[in-house]
């Protein structure tokens, strides 16, 4: 099936939804359920990309980036620079959700508690260049024990750590998980300058660091 590849220059944050979301609905209609789970990657700067792409054959009891054979990419690049994580948010909508198994998520383009309702069936989630409080808010936690019940591991890639904060919003997230009886099986980090974080026997079941 081909690519559908949508590409919009200095664009007003307005119209993305009416202009996107018939070619979204129509080719999504078109391809069909994915059998095998669909992988999602979001990254925003000035401009926001947002590829789809099935993600086949992943083996999710080992925490590596996955490899997605990619068949629809959206970039859009906006004259006057928007709240880009309300538009990212615009855009996944009009994904079929329930089939994504996997998020990679490139700087800040997405935080976890905006998408934590919308993927009931994740299973790998990778950030890469993001600052650990957008990936791992502190806010909201009565919600943490309801966010991605599917959720085997996490992937942390170069991840910014706030000096003041430390790793602490990954501790509390990860501890809410244990208690909740849903500890996740594997936690890997690599690129990161900052000290071990304190991961405790029970809050993961395979933790590797790789600074």
Do not use: C
Not at 59 to 78: C, G, L, Q, W
Not at 108 to 122: G, H, K, M, R, Y
Not at 165 to 184: H, I, M, Q, Y
């Amino acid at each position: 099936m081909d690519i559908l590849d949508i590409t919009l220059d200095e664009f007003a944050v307005e119209g993305i939804s009416q202009t996107v979301s018939p070619y979204l609905l129509d080719y999504l209609q078109y391809r069909g359920r994915s059998q095998s789970g669909l992988g999602l990657s979001l990254s925003s700067d000035r401009v926001i990309e947002l590829h789809v792409g099935d993600v086949g054959g992943i083996d999710f009891s080992v925490p590596t980036p996955a490899r997605m054979n990619t068949f629809m990419k959206i970039s859009v690049e906006f004259y006057l620079t928007p709240k880009l994580d309300k538009v990212a948010l615009d855009l996944i909508a009009h994904v079929p959700r329930e089939e994504i198994v996997y998020l990679l998520v490139h700087g800040t383009s997405v935080a976890i508690e905006d998408v934590s309702a919308q993927f009931p069936n994740l299973r790998g989630l990778h950030f890469e260049s993001t600052p650990l409080s957008v990936a791992l808010p502190e806010a909201n936690h009565s919600r943490d024990v309801d966010i991605f019940p599917s959720l085997r591991y996490i992937f942390l890639d170069r991840i910014v750590v706030d000096d003041s904060d430390g790793w602490e919003p990954l501790v509390t997230f990860l501890l809410r998980r244990a208690r909740s009886g849903r500890p996740l099986r594997s936690l890997v980090i690599i690129g990161s300058y900052h000290a071990w974080p304190n991961i405790t026997q029970g809050m993961v079941g395979e933790f590797r660091f790789d600074p």
